[in-house]
Nanobody, 127 residues
Framework: QVQLVESGGGLVQAGGSLRLSCAAS????????MAWFRQAPGKEREFVAR????????VYADSVKGRFTISRDNAANTVYLQMNSLKPEDTAVYYC????????????????????WGQGTQVTVSS
């Protein structure tokens, strides 16, 4: 089992940057596929980015491609989301999620693929 704690959210102007971190407990972090999701008020939680266990394969939602970068440090039990060129529509609560299960690649876009979730961190982008 793993516990996930996000940090790094805040208020930023459009065009600015933020770096989110997700610290994981336990000694098996490298066995987890990790992802970031976000949920804006009144909307469904949506996929943002995913990174494989070794950290050498990443996938992004079209809405963030080229602006956001997901990365991980398995020695530090941490996954990151670097967010650049932020837009007001990026405003949401951001959640990190993890799973040890293996699925077809397309399934990782789904919330149900992930067994462990953090509590979320608020990101607000002002125009």
């Amino acid at each position: 089992q793993v516990q996930l704690v996000e940090s790094g959210g805040g208020l930023v102007q459009a065009g600015g940057s933020l770096r989110l971190s997700c610290a994981a407990s336990g000694r098996t972090f490298s066995s987890y596929t990790m992802a970031w999701f976000r949920q804006a008020p009144g909307k469904e939680r949506e996929f943002v980015a995913r990174i494989n266990r070794r950290g050498d394969t990443t996938v992004y939602a079209d809405s963030v491609k080229g602006r956001f970068t997901i990365s991980r440090d398995n020695a530090a039990n941490t996954v990151y989301l670097q967010m650049n060129s932020l837009k007001p529509e990026d405003t949401a609560v951001y959640y990190c999620a993890g799973t040890q299960s293996s699925y077809g690649l397309s399934y990782y876009y789904n919330r149900s693929a992930y067994d462990y979730w953090g509590q979320g961190t608020q990101v607000t982008v002002s125009s």
